[in-house]
């Protein structure tokens, strides 16, 4: 299939492409982040450029006025590349600069229950920090005549004491080192524990003392912008912010035009995994280089999205969200390993992504109830998250209301009226 090279003035990017794909597959191809808020259904009229030299294949539409039309002016997502082009694309129909508010750091002391005074502090508040990865340094005692257990017996003994748990596990890999690393540190090691799935999983052993720092991050996926940050699990720093647009709004800005991208392409749903995962990979890559560290040097991940993000960040189906009676496929989902989604951190290492209350009400704000100290409260509090969805919860200690609409553009449109329309609705959860 001959391929055609196509142009994208102002600013010069170029890519080729494969005849019959459209303006918009090029503009993606090219990192030319279009406007497309239908997702390329040609409905939101959002992603018009003008072509300036070569040939498309471009239906009129209803979003092009006719004297646009005849300077060359067509829709994006309809217009086929049929030869090599120049097209210039209007400021209006580009995706701005993106801002990332990043106030309210934390920084804190960090330690196991078991070193007894872990604490730190979040803008003068005592806050209580025991990270789901950390590391524990053991004096094993030395084996002999009388004591002649297992170095992994003496392992799990002395994890006990500290963990205050006796639920332990380890790996084929970690159990081949242990033995020769317990007498490298003359019987002084530093273990590296993660808990999940109800159980703690020892997955490293160094001998000695071993101070070098781990990290973690936690991730805001946001319908419009994913935020990272970047924690050392030793201190409780967050040692780097950013954020970046959420690639998937190149498929629908809102999550009822992704949903139906995922359900009406056939690798829609991979492309919209594909596209958060990209742009958490690249937040990753430019704080690991800020910090000159690696991504794989990230032991553990901790992501809060509402209902349909987080499908789509693991790429489960989020079809019937949409659909009466709006039923998620999960609400609270197991820890999955960073490589079963393709996240570029430590391919072991555990991504738990928080739970929520229903199709509409995610993790983004069960995570925000429980950070602004809402579900703690004797007062009666009102928590609003205004985003591309918006939602608000009212309540105390002793019961939560919750509600949800279309915050942003979802309103506008409204492609398979009247059973998927809407999310407007409310969820009581019990408080505390
Ligand atoms: S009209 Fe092209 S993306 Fe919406």
Redesign the pocket.
């Known amino acids: 299939m001959p391929e055609h090279t196509v142009r994208f003035l102002p600013d010069g990017r170029s890519t080729c492409v494969p005849e019959g794909k459209t303006i918009?597959d090029a503009a993606l191809a090219a990192g030319v982040m279009l406007r497309?808020?239908?997702?390329?259904?040609?409905?939101?009229?959002?992603?018009r450029v003008v072509v300036r030299l070569g040939h498309v294949d471009a239906p009129g539409s209803q979003?092009v006025r006719h004297e646009d039309a005849a300077r060359g002016m067509v829709?994006?997502?309809?217009a086929v590349v049929e030869s090599d082009l120049e097209v210039e694309v209007p400021e209006a129909s580009l995706l701005s600069e993106h801002q990332v508010l990043t106030a309210g750091r934390t920084r804190g002391r960090v330690g196991g229950e078991g070193e007894g005074e872990a604490e730190g502090e979040r803008e003068g508040e005592g806050v209580h920090l025991r990270p789901v990865f950390r590391k524990t340094v053991l004096k094993l005692p030395e084996p002999g005549l009388e004591d002649a257990s297992s170095d992994l017996t003496r392992l799990y003994t002395a994890l006990a004491k500290e963990e205050g748990s006796r639920n332990f596990q380890v790996g084929l890999e970690l159990l081949r080192k242990i033995p020769r690393v317990m007498r490298e540190g003359a019987w002084q090691v530093t273990v590296s524990c993660v808990d999940a799935r109800g159980m703690t999983e020892a997955v490293d052993v160094s001998p000695g003392r071993d101070d070098a720092p781990i990290y973690g991050l936690a991730v805001d996926v946001g319908t419009t912008t994913c935020v990272t940050h970047l924690v050392n699990l030793l201190t409780g720093d967050t040692l780097d912010v950013r954020g970046a647009y959420n690639r998937q709004a190149r498929y629908g800005d809102d999550v009822i035009s992704r949903i139906i991208y995922a359900d009406e392409n056939g690798d829609g749903l991979a492309k919209l995994q594909g596209a958060v995962i990209e742009t958490i990979n690249s937040l990753v890559a430019g704080a690991a280089s800020q910090l000159g560290i690696r991504g794989e040097d990230i032991r553990v991940v901790v992501a809060a999205g509402n209902t349909t993000m987080t499908h789509l960040l693991l790429g489960v189906p989020p079809t019937y969200i949409r659909l009466e009676p709006y039923t998620p496929a999960a609400t609270s989902v197991p820890p999955v390993k960073a490589r079963e989604i393709g996240l570029a951190v430590a391919p072991d290492a555990w991504v738990f992504c928080l739970p929520g209350v229903a199709s509409y009400v995610g993790g983004d704000i069960t995570s925000g109830v429980v950070a602004t100290g809402v579900a703690s409260s004797d007062d009666l509090v009102l928590f609003v998250d205004i985003g591309t969805n918006g939602e608000m919860v009212l309540g105390n200690r002793d019961w939560l209301l919750a509600c949800a609409c279309s915050a942003g553009t979802g309103l506008r449109r409204c492609r398979d009226p009247p059973r998927d329309a809407s999310h407007e609705g409310g969820h009581r959860a019990r408080g505390g």
């Open positions: 918009l497309s808020a239908c997702g390329g259904s040609g409905t939101c009229g959002q992603c979003r829709l994006a997502c309809q």
